[in-house]
Nanobody, 123 residues
Framework: QLQASGGGLVQPGGSLRLSCAASGITLANYAIGWFRQAPGRKREGVSSIYGSDGKTYYDDSVKGRFTISKDNEKNTVYLQMNSLGPEDTAVYYC??????????????????WGQGTQVTVSS
């Protein structure tokens, strides 16, 4: 089970940190991805991390602004989002798949999903 949290309303240029708490799985054996879905748009992959070695992937749209990290003791993955803009407004989801290495965040490649958390960037 995955539980995403940390969303909210933030002004342009602001920051938020999302959390994805995992239960029933061992992070070290999984790739965890963050996805987002804006109204009227398809769900898109934002970032992913491999639970064992910490290798990461970022979509070009968030590279340099978002940082994904993990705490294996807490079985939690974080997404630090800085320099947020209105284009980042979406419902953010975390997902997992058992893997032997980093998995790019492609929706069809992930099979465990948490509920979403709303991120709204507006003045």
């Amino acid at each position: 089970q995955l539980q995403a949290s940390g969303g909210g309303l933030v002004q342009p240029g602001g920051s938020l940190r999302l959390s994805c708490a995992a239960s029933g799985i061992t992070l070290a054996n999984y790739a965890i991805g963050w996805f987002r879905q804006a109204p009227g748009r398809k769900r898109e992959g934002v970032s992913s991390i491999y639970g064992s070695d910490g290798k990461t992937y970022y979509d070009d749209s968030v590279k340099g602004r978002f940082t994904i990290s993990k705490d294996n003791e807490k079985n939690t993955v974080y997404l630090q989002m800085n320099s947020l803009g209105p284009e980042d407004t979406a419902v953010y989801y975390c997902a997992a798949r058992r893997a032997a290495s980093l998995v790019v965040p492609v929706k069809m490649w992930y099979d465990k999903w948490g509920q979403g958390t709303q991120v709204t960037v507006s003045s």
